[in-house]
C-alpha cells in the first residue's frame, strides 16, 4: 500500500481503466465535429487545392491571419501592462480598477461594435460629450482598424485576468531583491515578472486569437470579411467549399495552438514559496499616464458602448411616453429569451465541467502521454469556430441516419457549446484538481472510501472554487454565442443573442439596446461572482 500511496503521489502510476476509458470517449466526443470536416472535405468530388489556392480564399485567409495577430498582439501589451499597474504598482483606485478592468469581457463583440460604431462616430452620444471637453473625435469605425480596435476593447481581458492570476502567486522576494540591487521597475518587469508570465501571457494571446478568427458579428458589422464571413456565405449554395474554408480555419487554429503549447512548455515558471503580499512598486511622476491609460481602456470598452446602449433604449421609452410609436417587444420578450439563455448557459456549463474534469485528472495526476494527446482533442473543439461546430453538427445529423432525430433539438445546441467551450474550463479544472493535498486522498482510501465517496466527500468541495471559476468562462462564452445559436436552435428558441441581433438587423435600436443592457447585467454578475472574485485559479 505505501508503494502504491509513492507511485500516485510521485504521478507515475499509470492511471486507472476506467479514467483512460472516459477521456478516450470525451476525445470522441469533442473530434466530432472537427473529424466531420475533414471526412466532409476529403470526400468531396475534388478541386480542394485549388479551392484554396484561390484568391476567393487566399485573400479573407490573410485578412483573418492579419487581424488575428493585431489583435493578438495589442490584447497582449494592453492586458499585461493593466496587470501589472494593478496588482504591482500603488496606482490611484487600485480596487476599482481591478474590478473594471476585466468587465468589458461581458459584451458579445456584435454588440459592442455596434454601440462603438454608433457612439464614437459624428453624431453619437459619445463623440458629442468628448467634444464638449474640447476633444476631436474623428473615427470611422469600419474595415480593419475598425475591427482591430473593437475586437481588442473587448477580449484584452482574456489576457489580462490570467496574467494578474500568475502575478498575484508570484513570489515576491525575486522583485524585491532586483529592486534592492538597485534595478528600477521597468528593468525588474522586463527582467522577473515577465518571464514568469510569459506562459500566461500565452495562453491569453492564444484565446485572443482564436476568438477573433472566429468571430462573426464584429466583422460583419465592419465590413472587414474574414474567413468565418465567407464560411457562413457559401453555407448553403456551394456547402463544398464552405467546408473546405472550414478546414482551413481549423488548420489554422490548430497550427497556432501547437505554438503556444510550444512557448508554454519552454516559458520558465517559479512556484510559490510564500504568501508574504509584494511591496507596491511607487509609480511617483507616472501615475498620472498610468491612470489616464486606464481611464481611456476602461472608458472605451467599458463605458462608452454602456452609454450608447442606455441612450437607444432611453429615447424609445421616451418616444413612447410622447405618444410616438411603442417599442416592439413587451415583458415576455424580455423574459422568454433571458431565461433561455440563463438556463441553458448553466447546463453548458455544468456539462462541460462534468465532461473536463477527467481529462483534468488524467494531466495532473499522472504523466501520461495519452492525457496530452487528449487535451490536444478538447482544445481543438475550442479552436474550431462556433460558425464550423454548428455546420458539421447539422450537417453530421442529417446524414448519420441513427441520429436523425436529433436534428434542430437542444441536446445538439448544448453539444455544440460543450464542445466549442469545454476548453476554457480545462486550465482551472487542473489548478483545482491540484489544490487537493494527496496526503487527504492518501488518507480517505487507508480509511477505506471507495473512488465516489472520496470525490464527493474530499475532492469536490475543495476543488468546488477552481470550477466555479472554469465554469464561469463557459457559461459567459454560452450567454454571448451568436452564430452556433442562430444555425442550430430548434424553432422558436430565443435566446438573447439571437434576439438582440433579429433587433439590429431590422433597425430596432431601442429594443435592441433594452435586450443589450440586460445581457450585459447578467454577464456581468456571473462574471464578478464566478471569475473576478476567483481570479486566482486562471494563472
Not at 287 to 305: D, H, Y
Not at 453 to 472: D, F, N
Request: with cysteine.
Amino acid at each position: 500500500m505505501n508503494e502504491e500511496v509513492a507511485r500516485h503521489r510521485a504521478g507515475a502510476g499509470r492511471p486507472p481503466r476506467s479514467l483512460v476509458s472516459a477521456n478516450l470517449l470525451i476525445a470522441v466526443l469533442f473530434a466530432i465535429p472537427g473529424g466531420y470536416v475533414v471526412w466532409r472535405t476529403a470526400t468531396t468530388g475534388g478541386g480542394q487545392l485549388a479551392t484554396i489556392a484561390s484568391r476567393s480564399t487566399l485573400e479573407p485567409l490573410w485578412r483573418t491571419i492579419q487581424l488575428g495577430f493585431l489583435v493578438s498582439v495589442a490584447a497582449a501589451f494592453i492586458g499585461t501592462g493593466l496587470a501589472w499597474l494593478t496588482t504591482r504598482t500603488d496606482l490611484p483606485l487600485r480596487r476599482f480598477w481591478r474590478i473594471a478592468v476585466p468587465l468589458p469581457l461581458v459584451y458579445p463583440s456584435f454588440v459592442g461594435a455596434s454601440a462603438l460604431q454608433s457612439g464614437l462616430t459624428p453624431g453619437g452620444l459619445v463623440h458629442d460629450l468628448v467634444s464638449v471637453a474640447g476633444v476631436g473625435l474623428n473615427l470611422r469605425l469600419h474595415g480593419l482598424f475598425g475591427a482591430w480596435l473593437v475586437l481588442t476593447l473587448f477580449t484584452y481581458p482574456y489576457v489580462y485576468l490570467p496574467v494578474a492570476a500568475r502575478l498575484s502567486t508570484l513570489p515576491t522576494s525575486l522583485e524585491e531583491n532586483a529592486r534592492l540591487l538597485g534595478d528600477r521597475p521597468v528593468q525588474v518587469f522586463r527582467r522577473i515578472v515577465l518571464p514568469q508570465a510569459r506562459s500566461s501571457i500565452a495562453a491569453g494571446s492564444l484565446l485572443v486569437f482564436l476568438y477573433t478568427v472566429s468571430d462573426f458579428g464584429a466583422v460583419h458589422l465592419m465590413r472587414f470579411e474574414t474567413l468565418t464571413q465567407t464560411v457562413f456565405r457559401t453555407r448553403l449554395f456551394d456547402q463544398d467549399r464552405s467546408f473546405t474554408l472550414a478546414l482551413v480555419l481549423l488548420v489554422l487554429a490548430l497550427v497556432v495552438v501547437a505554438a503556444e503549447r510550444t512557448v508554454a512548455r519552454r516559458g520558465s515558471r517559479t512556484h510559490v514559496v510564500g504568501s508574504r503580499p509584494a511591496l507596491p512598486i511607487p509609480l511617483g511622476p507616472w501615475s498620472v499616464p498610468a491612470l489616464a491609460t486606464c481611464s481611456l481602456v476602461v472608458g472605451l470598452a467599458l463605458f462608452s458602448p454602456a452609454l450608447s446602449l442606455a441612450d437607444w433604449g432611453l429615447s424609445g421609452w421616451t418616444r413612447q411616453l410622447r405618444g410616438g410609436a411603442g417599442l416592439r417587444i413587451g415583458l415576455d420578450d424580455l423574459v422568454g429569451p433571458t431565461w433561455n439563455t440563463v438556463w441553458i448557459s448553466v447546463v453548458a456549463a455544468a456539462l462541460a465541467i462534468v465532461a473536463v474534469l477527467p481529462v483534468a485528472y488524467l494531466l495532473t495526476r499522472h504523466n501520461s502521454r495519452v492525457g496530452g494527446l487528449i487535451n490536444g482533442v478538447v482544445v481543438a473543439g475550442f479552436a474550431i469556430p462556433g460558425l464550423v461546430v454548428a455546420l458539421s453538427l447539422i450537417f453530421w445529423t442529417l446524414h448519420a441516419s441513427p441520429f436523425d432525430f436529433l436534428i434542430g433539438t437542444l441536446p445538439v445546441l448544448v453539444f455544440a457549446y460543450v464542445v466549442h467551450f469545454g476548453a476554457q474550463a480545462v486550465r482551472t479544472a487542473q489548478v483545482a484538481v491540484s489544490t487537493v493535498p494527496p496526503r487527504m486522498e492518501d488518507a480517505a482510501r487507508l480509511l477505506g472510501a471507495g473512488r465516489l465517496r472520496r470525490l464527493r466527500t474530499v475532492e469536490l468541495p475543495l476543488m468546488a472554487p477552481g470550477l466555479a471559476a472554469g465554469g464561469g468562462l463557459v457559461m459567459l462564452s454560452t450567454m454571448k454565442e451568436l452564430p452556433a445559436t442562430l444555425l442550430v436552435s430548434p424553432i422558436g428558441f430565443r435566446t438573447l443573442a439571437v434576439e438582440i441581433w433579429n433587433t439590429y438587423e431590422a433597425a430596432y435600436l431601442p429594443e435592441m439596446a433594452l435586450l443589450a443592457l440586460v445581457l450585459v447585467a447578467i454577464s456581468a454578475l456571473m462574471t464578478w461572482m464566478l471569475i473576478v472574485r476567483r481570479v486566482t485559479y486562471l494563472a
